[in-house]
């Protein structure tokens, strides 16, 4: 079984920052790319950035590109989000994803998912 573990979000001012990590563990599987998607109330999750795992190339949402910064460190099996200039509209349930093969990153098809961590801007 896979595990992946959210930590870091929390409520903030706008303009602020907020660095979320997510933890893997348990059965060692392929990674193609992990990523970081968002829900908020009453809207469908989408996706925010995602980092190809074999060489770092990194995807970004346009609403967050120049904002947010996708890194990983492979000996720990950890991918971060690092949040700044954080906006009242970047408030939701940010979720981390981890997908096995190379199709869309875009989409929601990943194979695992954490819980899921809450971050919250207000104005």
């Known amino acids: 079984q896979v595990q992946l573990v959210e930590s870091g979000g929390g409520l903030v001012q706008a303009g602020g920052s907020l660095r979320l990590s997510c933890a893997a563990s348990?059965?060692?599987?392929?990674?193609?790319?992990m990523g970081w998607f968002r829900q908020a109330p009453g809207k469908e999750r989408e996706f925010v950035a995602t980092?190809?795992?074999?060489?770092?190339?990194?995807y970004y949402a346009d609403s967050v590109k120049d904002r947010f910064t996708i890194s990983r460190d492979n000996a720990a099996d950890t991918v971060y989000l690092q949040m700044n200039s954080l906006k009242p509209e970047d408030t939701a349930f940010y979720y981390c994803?981890?997908?096995?093969?190379?199709?869309?990153?875009?989409?929601?098809?990943?194979?695992?998912w954490g819980q899921g961590t809450q971050v919250t801007v207000s104005s």
């Open positions: 994803a981890r997908k096995i093969s190379p199709s869309s990153y875009y989409y929601t098809n990943y194979d695992y």
């Open positions: 980092i190809r795992w074999r060489d770092g190339t990194t």
């Open positions: 348990g059965r060692a599987v392929s990674t193609y790319y």
